[in-house]
């Protein structure tokens, strides 16, 4: 399926480690180990039971992912707004080891965090907190005094559609001197964006699509400001809490020295080398609107099955105003949604949304056909350019199985 993953390489553009600090520069090399485990899928029911021992019907044939991967595990859903159709996992927590992965196991979403920064603003819009159209000034001009003016007039809209100018991170040297100084996420994020925006932008606000996660932790600091609540304490509040999501938090998923969820991996010339949970397993907890979650395939399906139903007109969640803005870009020829690439696709009869997340150490990828009720989410704890040819086979056999599934009902 062409076109939904854009950008050269596949993962670095959203790779949030890039820049951040100095021993955080992002290396990518070229695949050579595969995997010996196939990818296999079971049937989920509305409830499902703890073993997956239901296969998807024989159409979903996923061998090429079985000669192509190289992480040590991989996982899968597929999603309609009627809720979870299917979910499956392959392979071992660590690398060297036996340990399997389970349905229930946890993965590092990357920059997919951004759709839920998004969600969690329609939702405050909904409540009269703040509108699309709000701008740094109107938060941060009285009490910020040192803003350079081009920013005053940047709106919630373009941080989280990648229009408002600001570069991919933060500069280096803030970065390094608030983490040393430690302190609260919401307290660091405050300092980073007043360093930020005593500066004028990257480029001229709304002038071009810049693809930023500066721009959407600005985001999210503006919903601290206004509600008194970090961030952390209002996703959950607002998005996990309503959802369902019980087994989605923040940073590296696991505890420390104990093999209790899988790890996350750096590639090595003879495999994998795992990365124990810790300080050095993740981003920085500030960078947390844009890309510190992790959550289960479950969870993740809750999530996205929101999504799949504001389509279709349930406006329990969010209002049907929000989730068409959610959905689709603000304006002619954006190519982001709030929190979405915003594309088409061929076997989607219409909109797609998509997006790719890694912190370095993991991989993931949600792809939502809207106007085809389908969404694929794929996960892997490793992180390189090999994994985009294994999630392609894999995002195109789980379409086909799909399809063929819907025709025989």
């Not at 991989?74 to 809720?83: E, F, N, Y």
């Not at 969010?318 to 020829?333: I, K, M, T």
Request: with cysteine; net charge positive; glycine share 10%.
């Amino acid at each position: 399926t062409p076109g939904l993953a854009a950008g050269a390489p596949w993962t670095r553009r959203y790779a949030l480690r890039e820049g951040v600090g100095a021993d955080a520069t992002t290396r990518w090399v070229r695949p050579h180990a595969r995997c010996r485990t196939p990818l296999t899928l079971h049937r989920a029911r509305r409830r499902p039971p703890r073993a997956w021992r239901l296969r998807l019907r024989s159409g979903c044939h996923i061998q090429p992912i079985s000669a192509l991967t190289g992480v040590p595990a991989m996982g899968a859903a597929v999603i309609t707004s009627t809720g979870l159709e299917a979910l499956g996992v392959a392979g071992v927590r660590s690398w060297g080891t036996a340990a399997a992965v389970t349905a229930e196991d946890r993965w590092h979403i990357g920059s997919c965090t951004k759709a839920i920064t998004a969600t969690l603003a329609a939702r405050l819009v909904d409540r009269g907190v703040l509108s699309w159209e709000t701008t740094i000034g109107d938060v941060f001009g009285a009490g910020t005094p040192a803003i350079d003016p081009a920013w005053r007039s940047v709106t919630l809209l373009w941080l989280l559609s990648h229009r408002s100018g600001a570069a991919l991170n933060f500069d280096d040297e803030p970065w390094e001197r608030v983490v040393r100084a430690g302190g609260p996420p919401a307290d660091q994020r405050h300092a980073l964006v007043a360093d930020a925006l005593s500066r004028p932008p990257a480029s001229p606000p709304n002038t071009l699509t810049r693809y930023s996660n500066a721009g959407v932790i600005i985001a999210g600091t503006m919903l601290e400001a206004l509600t008194g609540t970090s961030w952390e304490d209002l996703v959950r509040r607002e998005v996990f809490e309503p959802l369902g999501m019980k087994a989605t938090a923040f940073g590296a998923p696991g505890t420390a020295g104990v093999l209790d969820q899988p790890l996350g991996h750096t590639r090595a010339a003879n495999g994998w080398t795992p990365v124990p949970v810790g300080p050095g397993a993740d981003n920085p907890p500030a960078t947390g609107p844009t890309g510190t979650v992790h959550t289960t395939l479950g969870d993740w399906a809750r999530f996205i099955g929101a999504h799949l139903r504001g389509r279709r007109g349930d406006r329990s969640f969010l209002s049907a105003q929000s989730w068409s803005r959610l959905h689709e870009p603000g304006g002619a020829g954006w190519e982001y949604a709030p929190g979405w690439v915003a594309t088409q696709a061929p076997w989607a009869a219409g909109a797609v949304l998509h997006h790719v997340g890694s912190n370095q150490f993991w991989i993931a990828e949600a792809t939502v056909a809207l106007d085809e009720d389908v969404a694929i989410l794929l996960v892997a704890n490793g992180a390189d350019d090999s994994v985009e040819a294994p999630f392609r086979a894999a995002l195109a056999a789980l379409v086909r199985d799909h399809s063929a599934r819907r025709v025989t009902k």
